[in-house]
């Protein structure tokens, strides 16, 4: 029996993801320890899309999408988020220069956490409501208020941590290419955000994820998702000497501060780090 075109897109999507998970550990031991949060949700979402096209080839007979493939193919947003803001704090904390207090930068990390995982876990939740053949026009209803919920949610953290982008790399002393690179990469992130939001409240089939047109799944599902994580390990390819640029050991345990041009950096892990005075 020939494969469909989507069958065929995961096939490829589950190759593609494979071949960058090597990739991915080596830029985490060229980062080190301090950025393991970071890494934890690149890694999550690469297993996240290698699960979701596993379900999808596996279920390419099926005429109605599995539960766990839409609640699997529905969270892929949110570790992009949280990636991309735990990239955001590496490079405030090694490289940009910021008079803002560790505790506001805390707060500030805190509410980006809630909001992805908050919308991710509505998403989540509506889509399965709606996966059933069985459901009520009550579980319809609800489904897809969850759905826009949980869509405006991620679009509010997403228009976050592109505030945060735009503040960031413009105090960036040096490593201007990864601010660039950074823009680009939450700019895809918003894409994908947007379409989220334009799903959940016009609730056309055409327009699904799970049942839409080939193009809908290709551009959104697959390609945009997949070129903000190139441009995230990009950023992470481009600061992968972030360490040693410090003088500093990438699996160290110890806190230690070195001296860069007369100034002092405290270089504790990079989500509760102060930038340079």
Known sequence: MALDSTTKLSIAELAIYIVLLPLTAWLLYKHGRRALATFFFLFAFDILRIVAAGIQISNHNNTHPSTSGAIVSS??????????????????????TSNRSQFATLIEEAAIHVGAI????????????????????????????????????????????????????????????????????????GVRAIYSVVYAFDHAKSLSP?????????????????????????????TRNILSDHGLSAWAQERRTGNRGGRSRDTSVPLTSRSSK
Do not use: H
């Not at 409501?129 to 679009?155: C, F, H, P, R, W």
């Not at 505030?163 to 413009?170: E, K, M, N």
């Open 210 to 238: 799970f049942t839409g047109t080939f193009a809908v799944k290709f551009v959104f599902m697959f390609l945009v998702q997949l070129i903000a994580f190139l441009l995230l390990l990009a950023v992470a390819f481009v």
């Open 75 to 96: 969270i892929g947003l949110s570790p992009l988020l949280l990636a991309c803001a735990g990239l955001l704090a590496l490079l405030r904390g090694y490289y940009a």
């Open 118 to 189: 908050t919308g991710i876990a509505l998403l989540a939740t509506g889509g399965t409501k709606l996966g059933d053949d069985n459901d009520t026009q009550s579980d319809i209803n609800t489904g897809y208020t969850l759905l826009e919920a949980g869509a405006v949610i991620l679009l509010v953290t997403w228009i976050a941590v592109s505030f945060l982008c735009g503040q960031i790399c413009l105090k960036l002393q040096n490593q201007r290419s990864a601010g660039f690179v950074m823009v680009l990469a939450c700019t895809f992130i």
